[in-house]
């Protein structure tokens, strides 16, 4: 056998002198320092000097191995077991919540053996998983997608807004969208110009560590997403995560505010340049509000659906050197508009001031937002900008630029008016743009 | 007179009405809010309904004026005065450090009337406007630019870092180099990695409030950023900026982890996913260290400086729905690789794959950061990384976007060689991949 699980080379033959098998729990030592974890297959394979070890906290990593290293077998894999509760009493008299589930890690258990991601749980499988869920709400689950959130388009997006527009109008107290972190705050604040004026709470939730691992943040989030969801006083499109990476609490984002800004973290996803709406106290279940400017639930009689997208809008993230004929391929491409990612206030290099002229020339919409992330672009400090709102390039506030792509393209299948798309990128829909204090920007909170 | 420092319509009547000039204090009423400030041009003029107000604390508002606004004069705009102090009795016996200035706010000045941004500070100008320089050291400052950062490429790179390669060659205990916030990461990476094994400190410093703001943050930023050129026990390239509002310190970065993340705020500056080398206490000039792991000043014997860069490298930062035919576009326009920036641990959706495929056979190299900014790429967790590994992309570690885009057009300035170059990209050469810890990224500091 040439190859086992991955594996071939240097790691090939030190697994074989250990007699380990796949999910056998090792210690690898290299050097002086040493490692436990189970042992995973090898599923990149780019190197023959990599093992890769799933540790106690869930977590996979390959640890580079060298001529010293060791491997000794310190016990057998144990595999999670999951036993089933008895169904809950009764259900009656607590709020109805659906639950989406579109997939990513809080819906996916991964097999110990194969490393293969498992199928999105179903809704029968929700309350064996969370007990606790029985006694927030009368859940159901249903499944759209079983997707990696990388690969969702507009599409999705509109598929989602409808199926939640469809339940919100059939009188659910709360729904709560599974999904994975990826991409969670693009589409978190898709739904938030998709769907407005909504009477109840619309709660995304992922999840950093997959169900299996005993640091699995998959049943605090859900819980406490489905608890916001059904009792919670503010309605819209939020975010619920955990806020630190112990289980205390989680945070619930506005979601035209929220990013994710750690790859692996459990309290990955944060508000920028503004508080989160509220904290959920995981022990307690209790909601403690952080800002007081909500749409209260029920304050809306009716939920306003509008779906519809328009993918041609791009992304630009300006760097030294860009080069500007970019900026042409993408007018030559048909597209209708783009949001630039500009350095501090809202800037790009003068280079680009031609082809960004002949964008605004050939009816496209620019819209600046700023790499820093936090605080506001403003294009009346430097000639920079000066020169660049003459070009016709706008300047977008305090919008995130993920969030701006996706009004842009929101915006775009709303109308093909000019002015009137202008008028609404520079309109506060759902929360994207904050008011200006007339302090200046020294007091932001959040940052 | 239709037309005035570029106000037009209801807010020049507004101002009128007034018998308000540019410069006078000014107090501006709308609703029951008010807001005192020096009124100024309205450089850009979009709108007919906004007034420019500086604010005491230096920063400029565009204040939006509606049917019952109201200005009143309350004072004459007071011009700061510069009185030259006398010339330092002496400044021998302290250590030399030479000043490169490049442009940006740090030193620029505003024209309270024209709103026009003045030329850079003469090398003359240096101990007058910042007396206390000539305690720290004996200061030469030479003018290289005077440019907005966000018009510099890799040419300007070169050539700031063969001056500095000139002045540490020459003997100074320390470089600075002044520059404008905007790109500032950028060119400390590019300098990071054209100039190794440097003896002693080569300190990037910038304002974000110029000079003739009661809230500059320049005098004191040049001060400490001096200090460290003169004094640090370590060697290498780094950025200090203000570490919160107030003026009680800065903190040291490091060249390669460092990122511009506020438009406005004076502690803007972060190191990301790892703790500042140093702090740097502004009253007691004291140097506080905060990583040890440093280059000690003086164990490198000698400077080495490798100032080409190539410019045909990319920075792709990918969100939902993006058109994988701009990654063809890069092929064909003969660029030599990219750095995506990708979703979590580094995913693209799997539309993307078959142009990266191609872009790998057509001999790029294409590097994987995350978007998250935070954290560390793992492209062994779910099969999308795995996929990409497959296909070529070459995962980054915790490399920040910005840093990995600037390394490749150094690298591919260096080389030609398709294996040296993944090698280099691979093997942390500046401090921009961080040691990965066996326990696993939960542990993160200065997240």
Redesign the interface.
């Known amino acids: 056998m040439q190859d086992y699980a991955g594996y071939k080379g240097q790691a090939l033959d030190l697994i074989r002198r250990a007699g380990a098998s796949i999910g056998d729990k090792v210690k690898l030592t290299r050097d002086r320092?040493s490692?436990e974890g189970l042992l995973m297959p090898r599923?990149?394979g780019?190197e023959d000097t990599q093992v890769?070890l799933k540790?106690s906290?869930g977590?996979?990593?390959?640890?580079k191995i060298a001529e010293d290293s060791r491997i000794e077998i310190v016990g057998a894999g144990a595999k999670p077991t999951l036993s089933k509760p008895p169904k809950p009493a009764s259900l009656k008299g607590l709020p109805q919540v659906t639950i989406f589930s579109t997939g990513g890690t809080i819906a996916s258990r991964v097999d110990y053996r194969t490393g293969a991601?498992e199928p999105a749980l179903t809704a029968e499988d929700l309350y064996s998983f969370v007990p606790e869920l029985a006694t927030e709400a009368d859940v159901r689950a249903k499944i759209l997608y079983s997707l990696?959130?990388?690969?969702?388009?507009?599409t999705h997006?509109r598929e989602i807004a409808e199926s939640v527009a469809s339940e919100v109008q059939s009188g659910v107290s709360g729904v709560v969208i599974a999904q994975?972190?990826?991409?969670l705050g693009?589409?978190a604040a898709a739904l938030s110009f998709a769907l407005q004026a909504s009477p109840v709470p619309i709660v995304f939730v992922a999840a950093q560590r997959s169900s299996d691992r005993p640091?699995s943040d998959a049943a605090t989030n859900l819980v406490g997403a489905v608890s916001v969801a059904a009792k919670a006083p503010f309605a819209g499109v939020f975010v619920a995560m955990h806020e630190w990476?112990s289980d205390e609490n989680l945070l619930v984002h506005k979601g035209t505010k929220v990013r994710?800004?750690?790859?692996?973290?459990?309290?990955?996803f944060r508000s920028i340049g503004t508080d989160p709406i509220a904290r959920f106290h995981i022990e307690t279940k209790r909601i403690e509000i952080l800002q007081k400017d909500y749409s209260a639930r029920g304050m809306s009689s009716r939920l306003v659906c509008n779906p519809d997208f328009d993918?041609r809008a791009?992304?630009?993230?300006?760097?030294?050197?860009?080069?500007p004929?970019?900026i042409d391929?993408?007018v030559n491409?048909g597209y209708r508009g783009f949001i630039l990612?500009?350095?501090?206030?809202?800037?790009?290099?003068?280079?680009c001031f031609p082809s960004l002229q002949r964008a605004v020339q050939k009816g496209m919409f620019v819209g600046m937002t700023?790499?820093?992330?936090?605080?506001?672009?403003?294009?009346?400090?430097?000639?920079?900008?000066?020169d660049l709102?003459?070009i016709g390039v706008h300047p977008l506030e305090d919008m995130l630029p993920?969030t701006a792509?996706?009004k842009l393209?929101w915006v775009l299948g709303q109308t093909d008016d000019r002015a009137k798309i202008e008028e609404m990128m520079h309109t506060n829909l759902a929360g994207e743009i904050s008011p200006?204090r007339?302090?200046?920007?020294?007091n932001?909170r959040a940052?």
């Not at 994710?260 to 990955?268: L, M, Q």
């Not at 007339?438 to 020294?442: I, T």
Request: overall charge negative; some cysteine.
């Open positions: 320092e490692v599923a990149a780019r890769v540790l906290t977590y996979n990593i390959g640890v991601v990696f959130s990388e690969n969702f388009t507009p997006w994975g972190t990826d991409t693009y589409c640091s990476l994710k800004c750690h790859t692996s973290r459990r309290d990955a993918s791009a992304l630009l993230k300006f760097y030294p050197s860009m080069n004929s970019v391929w993408y491409q990612e500009g350095t501090g206030l809202g800037h790009v290099s003068a280079e700023s790499q820093c992330l936090w605080g506001r672009v403003n294009m009346n400090v430097y000639s920079t900008g000066v709102q003459k993920e792509v996706v393209m200006r007339l302090e200046g920007p020294e932001d940052y």
